[in-house]
Each structure stands twice: as structure tokens, then as C-alpha cells.
């Protein structure tokens, strides 16, 4: 009780670290990640490859990728 959730809206993955370095330097996510330093504890979810999924509904997997991620045998994912 009494704690409160957040969320970072960015890629988890990128392909080049010049884009980590860009997404990181972010106001946003620079905050978001400040705050995330400073916590006592982190609670991860597992998230499943659906419609309902956090990545789908928060804009960040396309129909496409789902279609290709269930293609691929993928159940869900984590820290995603």
C-alpha cells in the first residue's frame, strides 16, 4: 500500500547505441529514469503477446508484430 506505478515510454530495445543515448537524454525519460534510481523497490510483470498487452496498448508493438512475434512461438515477454 501506498506505493505508486510509472511508466517509460520508450523502446526497451534499440539497434544503435547513438539511439539509446538519444532516447536516455530525453526530458521524459530522463526523469522517469532519475525517479526509477532513487526507488527502494521494482516490481517487473510479465506481459503477454495480445491485444491486452501493456506493449500493444501502449502503442509500442504493432498488429504486425504481434502477428510475427506469435509467428515465432513467443508466450510473452518481461521488462518489456
Not at 526497451?12 to 525517479?35: C, G, Q
Not at 502503442?59 to 509467428?71: F, V, W
Request: net charge negative.
Amino acid at each position: 500500500t501506498g506505493g505508486t506505478s510509472s511508466y517509460i515510454s520508450a523502446p526497451s530495445l534499440v539497434a544503435k547505441p547513438s539511439t539509446r543515448d538519444a532516447i536516455v537524454e530525453d526530458p521524459a525519460v530522463k526523469r522517469k529514469l532519475e525517479a526509477a534510481r532513487a526507488c527502494d523497490m521494482a516490481i517487473f510483470s510479465v506481459g503477454e503477446v495480445e491485444e491486452s498487452g501493456l506493449l500493444f496498448q501502449l502503442g509500442m508493438l504493432s498488429d504486425a508484430d504481434l502477428a510475427d512475434l506469435r509467428a515465432r512461438g513467443a508466450r510473452g515477454d518481461v521488462l518489456g
